[in-house]
């Protein structure tokens, strides 16, 4: 963009104003002279009229940005420059075509300067491309649009000595030698894609090889692409691979369609990866693993981002959006098969439990501010900004209940239908929808309202119980605050898995599920004899808050309740209205004491640690500041904080004797492990260990474990208590990290997020100083979310420091990104949106410096849309 903001806002592109495209195209024939900052690319396109878009007299128009047009013919006469209009944003437009016709053209682009890593660019001395979703556009004219399905050959020709290695799409389809030193490669995609989808990766790159049988006697080759030296870290990333591609056959039929699977992974990366055809290009953070360089979550995280990339090859490759309101047809689909993958893997009650636990710290706050958007969006101005926590992770739970209301085998009936109905098809999410409806036979049109309305429902509950007739009255009542744009709720089906604890802690026969359908529905039980506890959303059983259980009730579930999801759930409930009374307390000037319950739910996750020792390391850890905050009108982050720090102190001093047993008797001197139970007894030592931190300082024993650590989960853990403290034990630990890691970027993403995390009163002076240290890289998104990010969104005390220096520092560094690379910057906004749910001073404080950002002239499409969002 070169107006302000201001002056010319960017349109809006509103989902009903869907269109099916002018023109289809075919076959794509691409070839790419590659150079660092003059690649030259040349386009044949096998084009015809679209007989469905009922245009018949529509001029072509492709878009395009960023490029240089060298030539263009159609039918091979050269078009004159008369005929060729450009758009203000950079594209194509021409007029007078025939019906059916093949244009060619030729344009130059700049990868070097390419920062907003959107296109091809350069990484490392190497060639990437990142496509999704409108990046195809930055590398030559097409109707980059995901309904648009062509098939691909793609040719690359490059300096042997810098590129040696020239990876595109599909299936390897011959190379050879060129003068000069220069060789080609070419490869050619056998299924239809839509551009998003395209890769190219060249250069100076070394591989992990391996392969696959498919289970019809297929041998498809495996490959991992790093820098040199890297290849030693593949190892995991490999064998997730082949158990992703082992997993889809057995569990949805899903066999690889390809000859190879290749991976390239490159530091400077916009996401986490992408799922192009054959080619899947990852960050860095989601191939490289040794055990002293990574820790049990990035060997977790690993595991679960190959299987997501992979699994897309046929939920969202083979079948793909028809348009980026359909964007969680895909990823929403996708996670959830992910999440199922992951919970097959190793504990499904744990792997539950921290998915929910990051879908309630991410999009739970995005349901309620200022961005609240439907699973399925009604409009954007920029979509990049919609790759969000509702389309993926909500949209991953709407498939779940989905599949609990219409049960495991109509699931599958209905995904094998799904399949064979729109295979390389481009489809909506209605076409999903109607599959699983006409396989299971169940009527899901009311369902569908978790597509189409923003904002988490609250499900209510109240009892009655009659000993006379030993009936029990359970009734539930649900509600949807207004959001943007929907201030009206239909209600919802919730489907509400649920069980009976008798008061003896025993469960009563007749577990099952309920079905709230309606606003308010009475669920009736007979032959009781005293009143149960009622154990609700078993195993998470719909995305909503619960509400309307009793203290008493919560800590009796905590207790008693079978089901891990609803014993964690009522603990946390039960610790967040104990630190929101404690906030009154604070606020009304009284001494702050240790609820005995909260002591004794503590007490009883300790008696039963060794039990499960991961489910314990999920369940011991406060609350965050942030899901406290969430559940105030208000939020007062200074003695929310002030609360949580109390009682971390207090617990860790309460039962320091246990902490410090626990820590000792759980140290593994053996070899590193990463399966389920090695990865859940780390855990749980290192959430001893940061009690021990809070309580006492435990300076020590964190310095010991640091020192000795033989990998990187336990020495992080030791760093996160060292980098809260003060004195010389806290500057000694940081700078032999620094000395030894400096040259492992991930590893130095870890020194720079610890220090951006850590609760110290100099905290923001601190990350202020590390912005300008020799090794942050604006142009590295990593880098980036290592520091800001992490501030923003992990350091709520410093980020909402009463001078407000923490909002203009992030306001600072979305300036300065918006001039580098647009979609991290909008990325960088959302923390700041949250100002009409502070206090007065605060709120205007951080309205103030979105203020200053909306008035920055040339303001990308992304942040305006972000920043005027948060300010209407």
């Not at 690319?41 to 240089?68: F, H, K, S, Y």
């Amino acid at each position: 963009m070169t107006s302000t903001a201001q002056t010319t806002p960017p349109p809006t592109i509103h989902r009903e104003d869907y269109r099916p495209p002018a023109f289809l195209i075919d076959r794509v024939a691409l070839e790419l002279d590659l150079h660092p900052t003059a690649t030259r690319v040349a386009a044949r396109l096998e084009i015809r009229r679209n007989p469905a878009a009922a245009t018949p007299e529509a001029a072509l128009e492709l878009d395009g940005e960023a490029l240089t047009l060298l030539s263009a013919s159609l039918d091979g006469a050269a078009l004159p420059e008369a005929r060729l209009q450009r758009t203000a944003a950079g594209g194509l437009v021409i007029a007078g075509v025939p019906d059916a016709f093949v244009l060619e053209t030729l344009v130059q682009i700049d990868p070097e300067a390419n920062s907003e890593l959107s296109g091809l660019y350069r990484s490392g001395g190497n060639f990437f491309t990142q496509c999704e979703a409108e990046g195809f556009r930055r590398i030559t004219f097409f109707p980059d649009r995901p309904d648009v399905m062509a098939r691909f050959t793609t040719t690359l020709r490059a300096d042997r000595a810098t590129c040696p290695v020239l990876l595109s799409n599909g299936n390897p389809a011959g190379s050879g030698e060129l003068p000069d030193g220069r060789h080609w490669a070419r490869w050619d995609d056998p299924h239809p894609k839509p551009s998003y989808l395209f890769a190219v990766v060249a250069g100076d790159l070394v591989a992990l090889k391996d392969s696959f049988t498919t289970r019809s006697g297929r041998a498809v080759e495996l490959a991992i692409y790093v820098r040199s030296g890297d290849e030693t870290a593949c190892g995991h990333a490999m064998d997730s691979l082949k158990a992703s591609m082992r997993w889809d056959e057995e569990a949805y039929g899903l066999e690889y369609d390809l000859d190879v699977f290749n991976i390239a992974a490159v530091s400077d990366f916009n996401m986490g990866a992408m799922e192009n055809k054959g080619l899947n290009v990852f960050n860095t953070k989601y191939i490289l693993a040794r055990p002293e360089t990574a820790t049990d979550v990035d060997y977790e995280g690993i595991e679960t981002v190959v299987a997501h990339e992979y699994f897309h090859n046929w939920t969202g490759n083979r079948v793909t959006c028809r348009d980026w309101f359909q964007l969680s047809l895909k990823e929403g689909l996708t996670v959830f098969r992910d999440q199922h993958f992951s919970e097959d893997m190793g504990s499904a009650a744990v792997k539950r439990l921290a998915n929910v636990r990051r879908l309630r710290a991410a999009q739970f706050p995005e349901d309620a501010g200022p961005m609240a958007h439907p699973v399925r969006p009604d409009s954007y101005v920029e979509i990049n900004n919609f790759y969000t926590a509702t389309v993926y992770q909500k949209g991953a739970e709407v498939v779940r209940m989905m599949r609990r209301l219409i049960g495991v085998e109509n699931f599958r009936k209905g995904m094998d239908l799904y399949i064979a109905r729109h295979d390389n098809q481009a489809v909506t999410i209605e076409d999903f929808v109607a599959a699983m409806q006409d396989a299971s036979g169940v009527d899901l049109s009311r369902f569908s309202r978790w597509y189409a309305q923003a904002g988490t429902p609250e499900l209510t509950v109240s009892e009655e119980f009659d000993p006379a007739t030993r009936r029990y009255h359970l009734t539930l009542s649900q509600s949807t605050p207004p959001t943007p744009g929907q201030p009206e709720k239909l209600p919802v089906p919730i489907p509400v898995a649920f069980g009976l604890i008798a008061p003896n802690g025993e469960e009563i026969p007749g577990a099952g599920m309920m079905l709230l359908e309606e606003s308010s529905q009475k669920f009736t039980f007979d032959g009781l004899d005293e009143k149960p506890v009622p154990s609700l959303l078993r195993g998470y059983s719909a995305p909503v808050r619960l509400k309307g259980l009793s203290l008493d009730q919560l800590g009796f579930l905590a207790a008693h309740d079978s089901d891990p999801f609803v014993r964690w759930d009522s603990a946390q409930q039960y610790l967040t209205a104990e630190m929101l009374r404690l906030v009154d307390e604070l606020r009304s000037q009284r001494p702050l004491a240790l609820p005995e319950g909260v002591a004794a739910i503590i007490a009883s996750l300790l008696d039963r640690a060794e039990d499960d020792p991961a489910f314990a390391a999920e369940a011991l850890p406060l609350p965050s500041e942030d899901f406290v905050a969430d559940q105030m009108p208000v939020a007062d982050p200074e003695a929310i904080h002030a609360v949580r720090r109390f009682l971390r102190q207090s617990l860790g001093q309460r039962f320091a004797a246990r902490f410090a047993e626990l820590h000792d008797r759980l140290a593994d001197p053996g070899p590193y492990r990463i399966d389920g139970a090695a990865i859940g007894r780390r855990a749980l030592r290192n959430a001893a260990l940061a009690y021990l931190g809070a309580g006492s300082g435990a300076q020590d024993r964190a310095e010991a474990q640091f020192n000795t650590a033989t990998n990187m989960t336990d020495q992080l853990a030791a760093l996160r208590v060292l980098a809260d403290a003060e004195g010389p034990a806290r500057d000694a630990a940081l700078a032999a990290f620094h000395a030894r890691w400096q040259a492992e970027p991930l590893v130095l993403d870890k020194w720079f997020t610890i220090q951006a995390m850590a609760d110290r009163p100099q905290a923001l002076a601190e990350i202020r100083a590390l912005a300008g240290h020799p090794d942050f890289d604006l142009r590295n998104p990593n880098r980036v979310r290592s520091l800001v990010g992490a501030f923003a969104a992990g350091n709520p005390a410093a980020f909402h420091d009463a001078s407000g220096e923490g909002y203009r520092f992030l306001a600072d560094m979305v300036i300065a990104l918006d001039a580098v690379n647009t979609q991290v910057a909008a990325r960088m906004v959302s923390p700041l949106g949250a100002w009409k749910r502070q206090d007065a001073q605060r709120g205007a404080r951080m309205k103030e410096e979105l203020q200053r950002i909306a008035a920055r002239p040339g303001l990308s499409k992304g942040t305006y849309e972000k920043v005027s969002k948060a300010l209407a």
